[in-house]
């Protein structure tokens, strides 16, 4: 049973460009977060989906930033016109349900480095 | 306030020795708790849940204190291999009934030979 899989594991943009993360949940999680870490820094939460819906993006910018979870494929996190503060490691993680007793499993990140 | 807070760290300690961490929260209404550890440029993998009567796995042991609001982890005969950042995540049950899922910034750990 694959892990969570993201890609690309790295990625690097200049500024203004787009970038799209990738991420693969484990085979039966339909749940999927993602997440932001900055240099020495804390895991922040961004966005939590569910198949087709986005069920909670309190932690998301309110531009430049969206994220979907389609009924096929992996889930995509988007950033436009990416800025040198976007420079950072997105994780995303998976479960099989949602409730506040599940374990997250995540998967490897992506790094963004905006120049 | 932060949310959660940590043990800033870093923590450098012999080989052998016991090692504790604490993480405090500060909603009431939280309702899950966890320690992950990181490996340094790695992602978070789940070290152990917490739960209110207290749970210990091999060396580690985690308790869990609602009235004053702190978890803590502690590692007793440390190895070398124990080496990471542990993070204290706190889960608790937000708007349209979605998890709301915080994390400390990270106690790190380094053990010495």
């Known amino acids: 049973n694959a892990g969570v899989m993201q890609n690309p594991r790295h990625l690097v943009r200049r500024r203004g460009q787009e970038a799209r993360l990738r991420c693969s949940p484990m085979k039966g999680h339909s749940h999927v977060y993602w997440y932001r870490q900055l240099p020495e820094e804390g895991l922040k939460f961004m966005v939590y989906l569910q198949k087709e819906n986005i069920i909670d993006e309190s932690g998301m910018p309110k531009e430049r930033f969206s994220a979907e979870f389609p009924k096929e494929g992996p889930s995509i996190l988007r950033i436009q016109q990416v800025v040198r503060g976007d420079s950072a490691a997105y994780f995303c993680?998976?479960?099989?349900?949602?409730?506040?007793?599940?374990?997250?499993?995540f998967g490897p990140g992506t790094r963004l480095l905006v120049l | 306030r932060k949310e959660v807070e940590q043990d800033p760290g870093p923590f450098n300690v012999p080989e052998g020795a016991t090692v504790a961490f604490n993480c405090t929260y500060s909603?009431?209404?939280?309702?899950?708790f966890f320690w992950y550890r990181q490996d340094c440029r790695k992602e978070p993998k789940l070290l152990m849940s917490?739960?209110?009567s207290g749970n210990e796995d091999g060396r580690f042991t985690a308790q869990l204190n609602r009235a004053s609001q702190y978890i803590s982890l502690l590692i007793r005969d440390s190895k070398l291999s124990d080496s990471a950042t542990y993070l204290c995540v706190v889960n608790m049950r937000g708007y349209s009934s979605a998890s709301k899922i915080i994390f400390g910034s990270g106690t790190r750990l380094s053990i010495r030979p």
């Open positions: 917490v739960y209110s």
């Open positions: 993680a998976s479960s099989p349900r949602g409730g506040t007793q599940e374990t997250q499993y």
């Open positions: 909603n009431s209404a939280s309702q899950s």
